[in-house]
């Protein structure tokens, strides 16, 4: 593997006219600044790192993209792309060449300049001249000058940003919103996918069992069409680029298959090509090109990435590079005269807003929130994006032209929402949230399966215990609090009546509770809740576990260019130990020298830390809604969101998973957790009821 990365102690790279920046991943040359995307910066530093060599197309796929196998026109796109990035009036001269056959190598002459870099030929000492000597006095009075000055200045500058800041800051208005029922069919709504024109909505009607209805309304007269097979769940893509005909996805728990069918439903579906089982979105761009979100990139079956596909001769090519360390990139809007497309990357711990083109080229970040943004759109008028955060109930608008946030609505006197589609800053589609999070135990001994929750709680987070107690999280009124269930009586104790974090793990005995915010822990006593510990962590935390003897795992996110990193705290020393576990998600202790993980690759691994290898490894099951895991003691819980699998180790590390479970009457799993000593399973579920499909109009002034 030839090297790949810059050592820490690079900052900047000079090269011809540029000047790239390592940190923040962007090109200068004194005039032009251009933001590399995560893939185009890789690239351009493996080029640069190995300047003297040919790099082969094999080279890139080994050590750039780090998989098996990559079309052939992703690499030319990828190339093509770094080279518009640095073509520039300064940068004349060629930067990439291409050998014909052999691969590609880097022109330019490079420097390299180091933090505290110094010219070895330059001496400070030697350079003070005899009458600055004469006058250390002088000198000294100078520098106390200097320093007081730029502290000034600096001081100047920092209270000038926080006042532009704070002037730029955009405030949140209220505004007085009523609802009008568009469809209130028996059953749950939900996928609301808009067409270009924006006289129709797709969306899909379900009533238990297997099938469902997709349906085709007029959003002027009223007037429906719909679509069923039997034996099959039907969910919408998107729409064609003339509004003819409609995309979809169909499923019957195997399969997974996408067609194309005129919108009147009147002809025949035309197959177009296999999917996972993840919901995606996208649209047609023109007459044969579809722009999409596929799940599976980088064999992570969570992890998206926007394709270009050609719908008659089947050839697609990826036009966006997520990092590993991320859910991926999911369509949200193709907006036909400027001929780009806006997708949303969704990080572990926020989302980002990007537009490109079509072919992937020119990739802007434009935004960064902290909740989901799962659909949006183009408003022309004021060429502006227009979406909904149906957490904080937030309708943003976003200039296009002077790329910043114009206004922020909070919309009063509505309901709670699963899909939106903004038309207008005054009129708003929406479904209501049919969902309901119930927590359900199930006897491991006779499979009864019991709802444990009192009616009106909406808990997340469940944690089971040996001792019969289930702690778990619930929101009253925008505020979080902790509770516990027992389960032998049924009552509920309120814990805690406002918590500022949204995650906890609590020991198999009871006694002892993590609360996790996103780069702390603290360690809490069950009784009262007394602090006993604080691990303050240096980044984000993604996952967090009990391991054996109360120490404590957990993994903190990488970047766009490094991997996860899992350690392990010491109770007794109070030190955290980083383990060699490459790029986990999620992780577990089964003894004292084996851990258990979940790699990046969806695949669960055994890692033996005595002999510093991984010794067994487990192909687990497709998700089908979201992957979740527990281990007490040798036992292993899977779930893929409608199934449980068990491992269980006692019988020996090459056991086979066990399907012990599957769920029933619309009902998904979000969490599970394991206690041995009560041979239980706590399973939080989401549930779907029915709701309306609705319109949300502005009350005038």
Not at 79 to 104: D, W
Not at 121 to 127: A, F, H, I, K, L
């Amino acid at each position: 593997m030839k090297q790949a990365e810059f050592p820490d102690s690079v900052i900047e790279v000079k090269f011809g006219t540029w000047c790239l920046n390592i940190k923040r991943q962007i090109i200068n040359d004194g005039i032009v600044e251009k933001e590399l995307e995560p893939l185009l910066f890789k690239i351009l530093s493996y080029l640069i790192l190995n300047k003297n060599t040919i790099i082969t197309r094999q080279n890139l796929i080994d050590d750039v993209w780090c998989q098996s196998y990559v079309d052939d026109n992703a690499i030319n796109r990828a190339i093509s792309e770094l080279r518009k990035i640095l073509k520039s009036p300064n940068q004349a001269a060629l930067v990439v060449k291409t050998h014909y056959r052999k691969g590609y190598s880097f022109v330019p002459n490079v420097e390299f300049i180091e933090s505290g870099y110094q010219s070895p030929n330059s001496n400070p000492v030697n350079e003070l001249d005899s009458k600055e000597a004469a006058k250390p006095v002088a000198k000294k009075y100078t520098v106390w000058v200097l320093a007081l000055l730029i502290i000034l200045l600096a001081s100047i500058v920092v209270s000038l940003f926080k006042w532009t800041a704070t002037k730029n800051e955009v405030k949140i208005i209220d505004k007085s919103y009523q609802e009008e029922v568009l469809s209130m069919k028996d059953g749950s709504h939900s996928y609301l996918v808009l067409s270009p024109n924006e006289k129709n909505i797709a969306f899909i009607v379900s009533k238990g069992g297997v099938g469902n209805q997709l349906i085709n309304k007029e959003l002027d007269t009223g007037k429906e069409k719909s679509l069923s097979k039997p034996g099959y769940k039907l969910y919408p893509v998107g729409w064609s680029h003339n509004n003819n005909e409609i995309i979809y996805w169909q499923s019957n728990g195997l399969d997974c298959q996408v067609f194309i069918v005129d919108s009147n439903f009147s002809g025949e579906s035309r197959y177009l090509f296999d999917c996972s089982h993840l919901p995606f979105s996208g649209q047609g761009v023109n007459d044969t090109s579809l722009v999409y979100s596929k799940f599976g990139y980088r064999n992570r079956d969570e992890l998206a990435v926007l394709m270009n596909r050609n719908l008659i001769t089947g050839e697609e090519y990826q036009i966006s590079s997520p990092n590993l360390n991320s859910y991926g990139d999911q369509f949200l809007a193709y907006i036909k005269g400027k001929n780009k497309v806006v997708f949303e990357r969704h990080q572990l711990d926020s989302s980002e807003l990007y537009i490109a083109d079509v072919e992937g080229g020119s990739q802007t970040h434009l935004y960064t929130t902290k909740n989901r943004i799962w659909t949006l759109k183009y408003h022309q008028g004021s060429d502006s994006l227009l979406w909904y955060d149906n957490v904080d109930r937030i309708l943003y608008q976003y200039s296009l032209g002077n790329q910043k946030l114009l206004q922020k609505i909070s919309m009063r006197g509505i309901s709670d929402y699963s899909s939106t589609m903004p038309l207008n800053p005054s009129e708003m589609l929406a479904i209501e949230y049919p969902f309901s999070v119930r927590i359900h135990q199930l006897d491991l001994d006779n499979f009864n399966f019991k709802d444990m929750m009192p009616k009106d709680i909406y808990p997340f987070n469940a944690q089971n215990t040996d001792n019969g107690y289930i702690y778990y999280l619930f929101q009253d009124a925008q505020i979080v609090k902790l509770a516990v269930l027992d389960t032998t009586t049924g009552t509920v104790s309120i814990k805690s009546n406002s918590v500022d974090f949204r995650e906890i793990r609590v020991s198999s005995d009871g006694e002892e509770l993590l609360t996790i915010k996103a780069n702390e822990i603290e360690v809490r006593d069950t009784a009262e809740l007394n602090l006993k510990d604080t691990i303050t962590i240096d980044g984000n935390i993604i996952n967090v576990e009990y391991l054996n003897n109360r120490n404590i795992g957990y993994i903190v996110r990488g970047n766009n260019t490094t991997s996860n990193k899992s350690y392990l705290y010491d109770r007794e020393t109070k030190k955290s130990i980083l383990l060699p576990i490459s790029n986990p998600i999620w992780f577990e202790q089964l003894s004292s020298s084996k851990y258990i993980f979940l790699s990046a690759q969806n695949k669960l691994q055994i890692f033996d830390s005595w002999n510093n290898l991984i010794t067994h490894e487990f192909e687990i099951s497709p998700v089908l809604y979201m992957h979740s895991f527990t281990l007490d003691g040798d036992k292993l819980f899977h779930s893929d969101g409608l199934n449980i699998y068990l491992y269980d180790f006692s019988l020996g590390f090459e056991v086979k998973a066990e399907l012990v479970y599957t769920l029933k009457d619309n009902k998904l799993i979000s969490q599970l957790s394991y206690a041995n000593g009560q041979d239980s399973l706590s399973i939080t579920t989401i549930e779907t009821n029915n709701n309306k499909l609705i319109k949300v109009v502005e009350v005038p002034q």
